[in-house]
C-alpha cells in the first residue's frame, strides 16, 4: 500500500514509526475477547498489531482508493471487517450485537474532523467502553485541560462531562508520511456510566456552556446576563466576576440546573 497517494481532503498522515505504533498498542492494551473499531486505518500501521491480538476489529475508512488495497492484505483475518464509510454519519451501533456489548474506539483521527467525531461518538457513549486518538497535540490539550489553564474551553467541558479524560503521550512530526506540521499526542477517553456532575436538562446545559465561552476575556456577569443574574449565579455559589475558563464542570451543572428550573418556573 505504499504507492497510496495521500490525500488533503481526508487529512491523511500516515504512522510510519514502528516504536511509536507499539506505544500506541500496549497503550490500548487489546484483549483477545474485546471489539475494537478503528477509524480511518490508513496504511495499516495500527490494524495489523490490533487484528493479531482481538476477536473483532471494523475498520472505517472513507476514502475508496484504499479498500481494495485493505482487503486483499486482511480479508484472511476472520476479526477483520471494513466498512467504507464516513465516519462522521456512521452509526456505530449497528456493530454490536448483544445489549451488554462495548466498543473499544482508536484511530488516527485527522485534524479537520476530530472535534465533531468525538462529540459524534458521545451521542453513542453508551456503547462505548474507551476510545484511545491520536489528534492534533493543541486539540489533546485542550480536551484534558483543567480550569484556570488557557487550554481550558467549551471542548474541555463538554468532554469531560461526559469523560475521563487522559493525556497518554506526544507525538512528533516526524513519525508521519507526510509530515504534519504540528505536534500530535494520544488520549484516552473513557465515557461515565453516568456523569459525576448530572444536567438536569442537557440542552441547557451544552447551551450554557457554549454562551458562557462565547467571549473569553468577559466575566460571567457579562456573557451569562440574559440567563442567569449576578445573584442567581452568586446563589450557585459562584463569583459572577469570574471568567468562565475559572469554573469546574460542577459549577456549569449547577448554573445549567438552576436555569432550567427558572425556566420550569416560568412556564
Known sequence: MSGHKHKKQFGQNFLNNTSVI????????PQANQHLVEIGPG???????????????DIIEIDRDLIAPLTRRFQHHSAFHLHNADALKFDYRQLTSRPSEKLRMVG???????????????????IISDMHFMLQKEVVERLTATPGNKAF??????????????YLFTVGPENFTPAPKVDSAIVRLIPYASPPFKADQFSDFAALVKQAFSQKRKTLRNTLKN?????????CNIDPGLRA??????D???LSNLFTQLKKEQG
Open 153 to 166: 474551553g467549551r471542548l474541555s467541558v463538554m468532554v469531560q462531562y461526559a469523560c475521563q479524560t487522559e
Open 252 to 254: 456549569f451543572v449547577r
Open 108 to 126: 488516527n483521527l485527522p485534524y479537520n474532523i476530530s472535534s465533531p467525531l468525538i462529540f459524534h461518538l458521545l451521542d453513542q457513549a453508551e
Open 43 to 57: 496504511e495499516a500501521a495500527l490494524t495489523e498489531p490490533l487484528l493479531d491480538r482481538v476477536a473483532k476489529l
Open 22 to 29: 507499539h506505544n500506541i498498542v500496549a497503550a490500548i492494551s
Open 245 to 250: 475558563e475559572a469554573l469546574e464542570i460542577a
Open 227 to 235: 440567563w442567569l443574574t449576578g445573584e442567581q449565579i452568586e446563589h
